[in-house]
């Protein structure tokens, strides 16, 4: 979600690439995303090679905002046992 939370849309290869994982995995972790209705899946032809690009939702920015937020009041906790 970070990566599709900071830029408008990226594709699978590149996902894949980035994330330096396989074509499974990476569409399974999708797949749940989409299902959450967290992000978007536009495919299309660039030529004649599909293309698939993914987009996250307004509800999928906000969902990974609170998990963001979540982590940093754990990381506050943390702080302050110590």
Known sequence: MSV???????DFNSLKEL????D??????????EKEEYMLVHKSFLGRKPNTTYQA??????????HLDALEQI???QKLTK
Request: proline share 0%.
């Open 4 to 10: 599709l939370v900071v830029n408008d849309r990226y």
């Open 19 to 22: 994330l330096d994982t396989t």
């Open 24 to 33: 499974g995995n990476l569409a399974s972790h999708l797949k749940a995303l």
């Open 57 to 66: 939702t307004d509800k999928g920015r906000q969902a990974f905002k609170t």
């Open 75 to 77: 990381i506050k906790n």
